[in-house]
């Protein structure tokens, strides 16, 4: 049960644990009792699940029958959207909810999962993660504590991002608050993984296919399709209206092919009603296929033709970063990431 009293101490605890630590007032019978409460609340968040404040989240809107999404922020992750900024989706079966992505941290998680609960009585039994970032991860031990047995991650995801643990924490912690972050844990050591793809049996002849479908925005990503409800998971390999970021490791060829990869896979399983498939991607609402597409690999394919011109011309990199992006300027992050795109594929250019 979720407690005010004990609400009221966890903060009480953390004000307290930001002005000297416990261990050099473990002398003093106040807070040596403190800190033996503290733990035992942690304990019960490891029973039962975050315990605190509901957070302010996106509200899930329905994007089709039985199909629930919360739409995270577009720019960055910080203080004033908690850290999510990508998506969390439900899709409710007979059998139970699969929710795709477990969230940047608890009370995140929590908050999507109190939403959840206002709209079905049926338990969360499968969650599925994209890749090895901390937004799709870093509220996975809120799912695992509630008693979810099953957390499916790409294998080379969950290893790399059991690695990073610490420092992912350590970034989340520094970009959206301590309080927030400090309840995840690293739960990957209790992932169910697969290597290439996974078929979940969700009941009622219902499977959700797990697949990885490449590199390109991350070294792995791993998608869903949902045959039954025609429905597509990108992961970060579909944007919708934010600028698509390439980072170190990124490759745009990769992308397009892992994209392309996808599409080929759900043509197959969909046939003549894949322009009908809602797909959700990493970032920004749901839509068509050919809306993702456009927004995503359309804009790798219009930078890379300029870039291209640039190179044949005998441009240089700085020539290369000042390519007309214009028709991106009102997307969202796009000052932040418009130059860096442009220098990733001239680089990859030129080494072909």
Same mark, same amino acid.
């Given at each position: 049960m979720k407690n005010n009293k004990?609400?009221?101490l966890i903060s009480t605890l953390a004000l307290f644990t930001g002005q000297q630590s416990l261990a050099a007032a473990s002398d003093d019978p106040y807070t040596a009792g403190?800190?033996?409460?503290f733990e035992e609340v942690s304990q019960l968040e490891k029973q039962q699940g975050y315990i605190g404040k509901t957070l302010p989240i996106p509200k899930l809107q329905q994007i089709a029958p039985d199909v629930y999404m919360s739409v995270g922020s577009q720019i960055w992750g910080n203080r004033s959207n908690f850290g999510f900024n990508n998506n969390m989706t *439900?899709?409710?079966f007979p059998d139970g909810v699969f929710v795709y992505n477990a969230g940047p941290n608890e009370p995140v998680a929590y908050s999507f999962h109190q939403q959840l609960k206002r709209i079905t009585d049926k338990p969360?039994?499968?969650v599925a993660i994209e890749n090895y970032q901390g937004h799709a991860n870093m509220g996975a031990s809120y799912w695992h504590d509630i008693g979810? #047995?099953?957390i499916y991650s790409q294998?080379? *995801?969950a290893a790399d991002f059991n690695k990073r643990f610490d420092r992912h924490k350590a970034r989340y912690m520094a970009a959206s608050g301590a309080e927030i972050n400090r309840h995840s844990q690293n739960v990957a050591k209790h992932y169910t993984t697969f290597k290439d793809?996974?078929?979940i049996d969700v009941g009622g002849g219902e499977k959700v296919i797990l697949v990885n479908f490449g590199g390109g925005h991350t070294e792995t990503m791993a998608g869903a399709i949902i045959p039954s409800k025609k429905l597509i998971f990108t992961g970060d390999l579909g944007f919708n209206q934010r600028v698509p970021g390439l980072f170190a490791g990124g490759n745009y060829l990769e992308w397009i092919a892992s994209f392309n990869k996808m599409t080929d896979m759900a043509r197959s399983l969909f046939k003549d009603q894949l322009d009908t498939a809602v797909v959700v991607p990493g970032h920004g609402t749901a839509a068509d296929l050919a809306t993702i597409h456009k927004q995503t690999i359309g804009y790798f394919e219009d930078v890379a033709a300029k870039i291209k011109k640039v190179i044949d011309q005998g441009g240089d990199l700085q020539q290369a #970063?000042?390519?007309d992006q214009s028709a991106y300027r009102d997307r969202p992050v796009f000052d932040q990431l418009a130059e860096s795109n442009a220098e990733h594929i001239y680089k990859q250019m030129i080494k072909q």
């Open positions: 004990i609400k009221i403190l800190k033996t409460y *439900a899709v409710i969360v039994k499968w979810v #047995k099953h294998e080379e *995801a793809s996974m078929e #970063k000042k390519v």
